[in-house]
């Protein structure tokens, strides 16, 4: 891993605004998820996230476990990130990576930039080490064809 960010896009045969009312949606997040983590938005998350909003979410790696999301990025229809942290106690020492998604109009539809930023987790030496930013980098490309099957339209 190169520096602190792992990135991968796709261009989607869909409007930004499609993708972003996606993206937008806390709840579904399981469905584009394409690591296989991430089982359910809390009942907490608001209805459409925006800029400050938390959202916290019930995840499984093996054992489940919760994580708090709070949004630090976001442009209507072109950027949006979140930083995820465990909840109470355990979020204040540990976590903080960033998702971010940044969307730009292209001929024929959106490129959608998908970025795991570890520049501020209190893990982050940790994280970079062995095969997990490979295997994030596959588990995004995974996210991104789902994002493409749930907006682009077909014909």
Not at 27 to 42: C, E, F, L, N, Y
Request: hydrophobic share 35%.
């Amino acid at each position: 891993m190169d520096g602190d960010v792992v990135t991968t896009e796709k261009v989607i045969h869909a409007s930004p605004e499609a993708i972003f009312a996606l993206l937008a949606d806390a709840a579904r997040h399981p469905d584009i998820d394409g690591s296989g983590t991430v089982k359910q938005a809390k009942g907490d998350a608001p209805q459409r996230l925006s800029l400050g909003a938390t959202f916290g979410m019930s995840m499984k790696m093996g054992i489940g476990y919760s994580m708090v999301n709070t949004v630090i990025e976001f442009e209507d229809d072109r950027r949006i990130a979140w930083q995820a942290r465990p909840p109470g106690f355990m979020g204040r020492i540990s976590a903080g990576r960033i998702w971010r998604y940044e969307l730009e109009p292209v001929d024929g539809g959106t490129r959608v930039r998908e970025s795991w930023d570890v520049s501020q987790d209190k893990q982050r030496l940790m994280l970079k080490l062995g095969g997990l930013p490979k295997k994030t980098k596959t588990n995004m490309a995974k996210t991104l064809d789902r994002i493409a099957e749930l907006t682009e339209k077909p014909g």
